[in-house]
């Protein structure tokens, strides 16, 4: 896997159309496990404070030949960091944990809480030049309509459920009305309704 392509976000930047997520890896396996995905090709990589393996992917990333401007890093904040202060506070954790002057993406992990004052954390770490990017993820199209028109930086991904079983055509038609990059979470629809043997799926990939 080389070369993978690209998507460009409404800020300019650059993001891999595919990355590597460690979800449920535990601290202990994930720096070997992201090492082995940097070496198979994978060069977005995405993590979340609720994850509790920033600090185990801030290690493969330092070991990994890689150069840290080919890896596009993103994390989420817990929403038990929603509101300006925590979510600040837990941003200059994220970036210790992550060992890295900054992040490419950083998204509010869940409409919960006061993620409006969260987001205005984002915001001013986007400004300073700490985040590359910045957005969202499970915002149902009501929130994401809110913040776009009401916040003063268009989230620029909405990190959302989504694979061949769940499409979400209508999320996806406003996301793009307003300018936010939809990025599938569990595209692989979690290995569920026979995903991986499922006659239809298997005729078409093998087309
Ligand atoms: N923003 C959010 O709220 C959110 C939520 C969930 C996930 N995510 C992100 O999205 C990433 C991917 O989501 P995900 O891990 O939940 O779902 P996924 O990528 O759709 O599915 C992963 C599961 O599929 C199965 N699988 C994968 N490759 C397989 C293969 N070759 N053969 C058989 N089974 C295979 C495995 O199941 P078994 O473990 O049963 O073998 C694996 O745990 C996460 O790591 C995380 O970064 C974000």
Redesign the pocket.
């Known amino acids: 896997m080389t070369n993978i392509p690209t998507v460009t976000l409404n800020n300019g930047v650059k993001m891999p159309i595919e990355g590597f ?3 449920q890896i535990s601290n202990r396996e994930c720096k070997q496990v992201v090492l082995k995905a940097l070496e198979t090709g994978y060069r977005l990589l ?1 993590t979340a404070q609720a994850y509790q393996n920033e600090r185990a992917v801030g290690e493969a990333m330092i070991e990994s030949d890689v150069k840290r401007e080919d890896i596009f890093l993103t994390t ?1 904040v817990d929403f038990t960091n929603s509101g300006y202060e925590q979510t600040k506070a837990s941003l200059y954790e994220s970036l210790e944990k992550l060992q890295v002057d900054y992040i490419d993406l950083v998204i509010m ?1 869940q409409a919960y809480g006061d993620y409006y004052g969260g987001y205005r954390a984002l915001e001013e770490f986007y400004r300073e030049g700490k985040i590359r990017a910045i957005g969202v ?2 915002f149902f199209p009501d929130r994401l309509i809110d913040l776009s028109t009401f916040a003063d930086t268009v989230p620029m991904v909405n ?1 959302v459920e989504s ?1 061949v079983f769940y499409q979400q055509p209508e999320a996806r038609k406003i996301m793009k009305q307003y300018g936010v990059q939809m990025e599938s ?7 569920k309704n026979n995903f ?1 043997h499922h006659p239809v799926l298997l005729s078409i990939g093998e087309k």
């Open positions: 997520g460690v979800y995405d989420k992990h993820s499970n990190q694979h979470w569990g595209p692989l629809a979690e290995g991986f």
